[in-house]
């Protein structure tokens, strides 16, 4: 049950974000992508009429998916030359690991069912170190922290790569099954997250386009 409400918990996010779309800054909009995409991805897959192999199969692009966006990003907000070039190689070197780990799903005929947790755990450890050093840094320098939208933005990002790196990282043990409600509860944390970084962002735009005005 707690899991459909976290997946129906995302258009709390998306309405929110297509209603403020003209006033979100690109790295905004890129996680409303995803968020959008990420939805009709669960839509799918969680549709019994949908083949058991294209289940998986979308299921498994959609981290490559989250992972491209999530590193772009992470290039967007890079204050430092050397986070923008990590930024840079891992948005060639995310693709090339997730065609290695999942060779066996692109060959012809495949009807593999399994998800890769190798890829997913790894990609979301080493976004969610990333992500973490820069809310870090972000709240050394913010004074008001819990009204200023990047908080917010870069706190839930970070808490949704922990939280599916630790997911994975369990997927192949039977513990996995004693704590999978932790998922759909952080996933509704991070939804509320997102929604509340959204509404300061675009209520930021709003005032600054007002200054501007004046």
Same mark, same amino acid.
């Given at each position: /049950?707690?899991?459909?409400?976290?997946?129906?918990?995302? *258009? *709390?996010?998306? @309405?929110?974000?297509?209603?403020?779309?003209?006033?979100?800054?690109?790295?905004?909009?890129?996680?409303?992508?995803?968020?959008?995409?990420?939805?009709?991805?669960?839509?799918?897959?969680?549709?019994?009429?949908?083949?058991?192999? @294209?289940?998986?199969? @979308?299921?498994?692009?959609?981290? *490559?998916?989250?992972?491209? /966006?999530?590193?772009?990003?992470?290039?967007?907000?890079? $204050?430092?030359?050397?986070?923008?070039?990590?930024?840079?190689? +891992?948005?060639?070197?995310?693709?090339? !690991?997730?065609?290695?780990?999942?060779? %066996? +799903?692109?060959?012809?005929?495949?009807?593999?069912?399994?998800?890769?947790?190798?890829?997913?755990?790894?990609?979301?450890?080493?976004?969610?170190?990333?992500?973490?050093?820069?809310?870090? $840094?972000?709240?050394?320098?913010?004074? %008001? +922290?819990?009204?200023?939208?990047? !908080?917010?933005?870069? #706190?839930?990002?970070?808490?949704?790569?922990?939280?599916?790196?630790?997911?994975?990282? #369990? *997927?192949?043990?039977?513990?996995?099954?004693?704590?999978?409600?932790?998922?759909?509860?952080?996933?509704?944390?991070?939804?509320? /997250?997102?929604?509340?970084?959204?509404?300061? %962002?675009?209520?930021?735009?709003?005032?600054?386009?007002?200054? $501007?005005?004046?």
């Amino acid at each position: /049950m707690l899991r459909y409400i976290s997946i129906y918990w995302t *258009l *709390l996010p998306i @309405l929110t974000g297509l209603f403020f779309i003209r006033k979100l800054a690109f790295e905004y909009r890129l996680v409303l992508c995803l968020l959008i995409y990420g939805f009709f991805t669960d839509m799918i897959v969680g549709n019994a009429r949908v083949s058991e192999p @294209l289940r998986y199969f @979308l299921f498994n692009f959609f981290h *490559l998916f989250e992972s491209i /966006m999530l590193t772009w990003v992470l290039i967007y907000l890079g $204050k430092t030359e050397r986070l923008k070039m990590i930024g840079k190689f +891992l948005l060639f070197f995310f693709p090339v !690991f997730w065609l290695i780990t999942h060779s %066996e +799903l692109l060959s012809p005929g495949s009807d593999i069912k399994k998800i890769s947790p190798l890829f997913s755990a790894s990609y979301n450890m080493i976004l969610a170190v990333l992500f973490g050093f820069l809310t870090i $840094k972000f709240a050394e320098k913010t004074v %008001e +922290l819990f009204s200023n939208s990047m !908080f917010w933005f870069l #706190l839930a990002i970070f808490l949704n790569c922990f939280c599916v790196f630790f997911i994975f990282s #369990l *997927l192949t043990t039977s513990f996995i099954r004693e704590i999978w409600f932790v998922q759909s509860s952080l996933n509704i944390l991070v939804y509320t /997250m997102f929604t509340t970084a959204f509404i300061l %962002e675009a209520k930021r735009q709003g005032s600054t386009l007002q200054i $501007k005005q004046e």
